[in-house]
């Protein structure tokens, strides 16, 4: 894909969803660390 394709695809998804996307990946990233540092004690 070049940088032009991948601007208009994420042009057509409203922008609360990259939000919620980028939030939710957030969320999901510290749940798997806490995991991870629960796991080895």
């Known amino acids: 894909m070049t940088a032009g ?3 208009l695809f994420l042009a057509k ?3 609360w ?3 919620q996307r980028w ?4 969320v999901l990233a510290g749940l798997a ?3 991870a540092t629960e796991a080895r004690r």
């Open 5 to 7: 394709s991948i601007a």
């Open 17 to 19: 969803l990259l939000v």
């Open 33 to 35: 660390f806490r995991m």
């Open 23 to 26: 939030l939710m990946g957030t």
């Open 13 to 15: 998804k409203p922008a």
